[in-house]
């Protein structure tokens, strides 16, 4: 019987490591397909987008959160001050950054989208020294560095300061680290509702606006663009809650590298699906990035060798006594 855990127990955990990793592919899949969705809801503009999408999520999170009777949690956010706060400012990034993804996406420039996720790794460490005081690796300063230098690069060659990538860059890295600062005592689900029901009263009144003023197109537009706008809810949960089961079964390094997905298939599909024109250029400027997101996962894998064999080393040494 003890014989038959020992070798049951790797193999458990190796097909949670898979699943996990499937998970990963898939929410990290379905984001970077998130061009085409958004070039879809058009004629609809981003606010009108943003809003329904907010609209929608919160009520796709309800319906989970009641099936599920989970909803005591609620009263314990009301009456935590910070963790309001803190919930309404995470809100508040990622509904920026959801703006200027879809605005970006509706414009022709998705390209400039994917950039943004591709500087995101590289924004995330800087504010990790700036704000946390964290303390890097060489290879980081390194990667840090390289990903400042294509920012001025892109500013110069370009002409104009590349507003869309360093905005969802700076606005997704911000909200990762609020969400570090309130602390994770929300689920992802849990979270999800609480941000998107912090702004739904923006939402509302932003929908009611663009009614009176006969630019909405949720009713004039055909059942069909009805229909794609109210999937917003679903679309939007759907990989998060992939993401947390993915989170839950692989180490970090592992998400680490499976982030690169996304931005790959958004550049992928602006370029050959949504027939946008990326200048050479610009190209240089993802060459730069590259670079840089290569220093950082070189350094994040032999890092995560490191502590490994530290721990397999501590375990020989130590070994946990038998009785």
Same mark, same amino acid.
């Given at each position: ?43 609809? %503009? ?24 989970? %909803? ?100 997704? /890295? ?39 003023? %006969? ?88 890092? /995560? ?18 009785v």
């Amino acid at each position: 019987m003890v014989a038959e855990r020992v070798v049951s127990a790797p193999a458990a955990d190796d097909q949670d490591v898979r699943r996990g990793t499937t998970y990963g592919f898939l929410a990290y899949g379905i984001w970077g397909l998130f061009p085409l969705y958004f070039a879809a809801l058009a004629p609809a %503009g981003a606010f009108e987008v943003l809003s329904h999408r907010i609209l929608w999520t919160l009520a796709f999170c309800a319906l989970v959160l009641a099936v599920r009777r989970d %909803g005591a949690w609620v009263r314990r956010v009301v009456r935590d001050r910070r963790l309001t706060a803190g919930i309404t400012v995470a809100g508040l990034l990622i509904a920026t950054n959801w703006t200027v993804y879809v605005l970006a996406v509706l414009t022709g420039r998705t390209y400039e989208a994917a950039l943004g996720y591709f500087l995101n790794p590289i924004v995330t460490v800087a504010l990790g020294v700036v704000v946390l005081r964290e303390r890097l690796r060489p290879l980081q300063w390194v990667a840090v560095s390289i990903g400042a230098l294509a920012s001025v690069w892109l500013t110069v060659a370009g002409g104009i300061i590349p507003w869309i990538p360093l905005a969802l860059a700076f606005s997704f /890295a911000l909200y990762g680290l609020t969400k570090k600062r309130v602390g994770a005592s929300l689920t992802a689900m849990r979270s999800l509702a609480a941000e998107t029901a912090a702004l739904s009263p923006v939402a509302l009144v932003v929908l009611v606006l663009l009614t009176t003023r %006969g630019e909405s197109t949720f009713t004039t537009d055909g059942t069909v663009h009805a229909g794609l706008l109210v999937l917003a809810g679903v679309v939007t949960a759907v990989p998060l809650l992939l993401f947390a089961a993915a989170a839950r079964r692989i180490p970090l390094v592992t998400i680490g590298l499976l982030q690169f997905v996304t931005p790959v298939l958004q550049l992928l599909a602006g370029v050959f699906v949504l027939g946008e024109d990326v200048s050479g250029r610009l190209w240089v400027g993802f060459g730069i990035v590259w670079v840089a997101l290569a220093v950082l996962s070189y350094d994040s894998v032999t890092a /995560a060798r490191r502590h490994r064999r530290a721990l397999r080393r501590r375990d020989a040494e130590c070994p946990e006594p038998t009785v």
